[in-house]
């Protein structure tokens, strides 16, 4: 059964510095997500993609976040100067249409110390 | 802000119970429904969307009142691999909105 994946699975950075997490979404599908959860805390929504632009972000989503998709197969958030609270668990997801169903990988672990 | 609300629980219930978990959103807009499951410390899984006439998948039954605006998820036969945390997710348009999520534990 195709799945998203996503690389690292945990991923320790220093405050100030830059992060980039990659995801491979599902081969078929057009749409792609990134949502992060604190610890204890709900998923939020950060970022939509499709058709090679950002179509929807959030107010989390500020200038130190970008995403791309360098080729055909990854999506990447950068985060450019990481501070202590984007420790987060952050989640890519893929869906084949705009309001389908969204499958989730694994996550990234991040700690900024 | 748009709110999707949900009961955080913990539910706590018997093998074999039945359990009923209730979702509020407050976007009218809302285009379409989705419950998740989640465990500790991993992804979303879908669980089942929910669709304007109910929905049923094995002991699972999802429903939508789009006029209340609420979105329901009925568990029946509780089994120990239902413990989890239940995610009601609202979908509007590019953006999905989660729940906070309700904790069930099933215990033998």
């Known amino acids: 059964e195709p799945e998203v994946t996503q690389t690292p699975s945990h991923q320790v950075t220093q405050m100030g510095q830059e992060v980039i997490l990659r995801c491979v979404p599902i081969?078929?599908?057009?749409?792609f997500y990134w949502y992060r959860q604190i610890l204890g805390q709900k998923v939020e929504f950060l970022v939509s993609?499709?058709?090679?632009?950002?179509?929807?972000k959030s107010e989390i989503f500020d200038d130190q976040f970008s995403v791309e998709r360098p080729d055909g197969s990854n999506f990447t958030l950068k985060i450019r100067s990481t501070k202590l609270e984007d420790s987060a668990m952050y989640f890519c997801a893929s869906s084949g249409g705009q309001g389908n169903e969204q499958f989730f990988g694994p996550g990234t672990r991040l700690t900024v110390l | 802000r748009k709110e999707v609300e949900q009961d955080p629980g913990p539910f706590n219930v018997p093998e074999g119970a039945t359990v009923a978990f209730n979702c509020t959103y407050s976007n009218s807009a809302s285009q379409s429904f989705f419950w998740y499951r989640q465990d500790c410390r991993k992804e979303p899984k879908l669980l089942m969307s929910?669709?304007?006439s109910g929905n049923e998948d094995g002991r699972f039954t999802a429903q939508l009142n789009r006029a209340s605006q609420y979105i329901s998820l009925l568990i029946r036969d509780s089994k120990l691999s239902d413990s989890a945390t239940y995610l009601c997710?609202?979908?509007?348009?590019?953006?999905?909105?989660f729940g906070a999520g309700t904790r069930l534990t099933v215990k033998p």
């Open positions: 997710v609202v979908n509007e348009g590019n953006d999905m909105r």
């Open positions: 081969s078929n599908h057009l749409y």
């Open positions: 993609f499709y058709n090679n632009e950002i179509s929807e």
């Open positions: 929910v669709y304007s």
